[in-house]
């Protein structure tokens, strides 16, 4: 089991902050449950700093009516004492996120959702934004796509990715990179089994679920078959609300 040796930080949130890493300002936007940041604000996420600890490539493919989506799903975590909420002396954890819309793909990504953001209640706020240059370790080179909307089920455990919105209807496509999400967080473990899943434009459905790289407690075994199937059925109907909320709005 992976564990930082270092209690749980506790810390009062504030809703936004602007903090300066290297000589350079930060303006990561608190992101609560049941609550949505549109967009993610921009961050030169490289002069966070910290510890690189892990990198993982986990790759996704759905098929429906005829439509088709295929890529790849970046994950990274790093170790910081200059966390979201200044410097502090207990290390905690951010997390970095990249897909890619790979070549097989018909048509573009709607959403992204990831989970969990809330392992046994730990992570409470959680702070976003996205790094539209690149530079970061494990991740790849700049995005070809921004993230037009971010936002939390009400449990906190599920964070859903939006890739469409006002005037961009396409999501993302064929060939495309997003910019890097950033997530950072007060949590001092991490799991290499966290979900991820992903909605078409055209309502195809994929899921992924291995080495996704996640707020959590190493777990030195992949679910079972049966776990992973409640996880992805839990984070499409969390994407389903927000595609309806959407559309509600319009």
């Known amino acids: ?35 949505s940041v549109t967009p993610p604000p921009t ?30 799903l970046i994950s990274t975590v790093y170790s910081t004492t200059t966390g979201p909420f200044g410097t502090v002396a207990t290390p905690t954890l951010d997390f970095y996120y990249q897909l890619i819309a790979g070549a097989g793909s018909t048509t573009g990504i709607d959403s992204m959702s990831l989970s969990s953001f809330a392992p046994n209640g730990v992570i409470g706020t959680i702070q976003v934004g996205q790094d539209t240059d ?12 921004n993230i037009l909307g971010s936002t939390r089920g ?36 991490f799991s290499r089994t966290g979900g991820a899943a992903f909605l078409g434009v055209a309502s195809v459905a994929a899921n992924s679920q291995a080495t996704v790289l996640t707020p959590g407690t190493i777990e030195t075994a992949a ?20 595609v309806r909320r959407r559309r509600s709005a319009k």
């Open 1 to 35: 089991m992976f564990k930082l040796r270092f209690p749980v930080l506790a810390a009062t949130l504030a809703v936004s902050s602007a903090i300066a890493f290297n000589g350079v300002a930060h303006a990561q936007t608190a992101l609560n449950p049941g609550g």
């Open 43 to 72: 961050v030169n996420a490289a002069p966070f700093g910290g510890t690189f600890i892990e990198s993982s490539i986990s790759n996704y493919t759905g098929t429906n009516a005829g439509n088709t989506i295929t890529g790849s």
């Open 134 to 145: 690149g530079g970061v370790t494990g991740e790849t080179a700049t995005g070809t796509a």
């Open 154 to 189: 009400g449990s906190g455990v599920g964070v859903v990715l939006s890739f469409t919105g006002v005037g961009a209807t396409s999501g993302l496509t064929t060939g495309q990179t997003s910019s890097i999400f950033v997530v950072r967080t007060n949590g001092v473990q």
């Open 223 to 242: 679910p079972e078959p049966g776990s992973l199937a409640l996880i992805a059925t839990g984070m499409m109907g969390a994407m389903g609300m927000v």
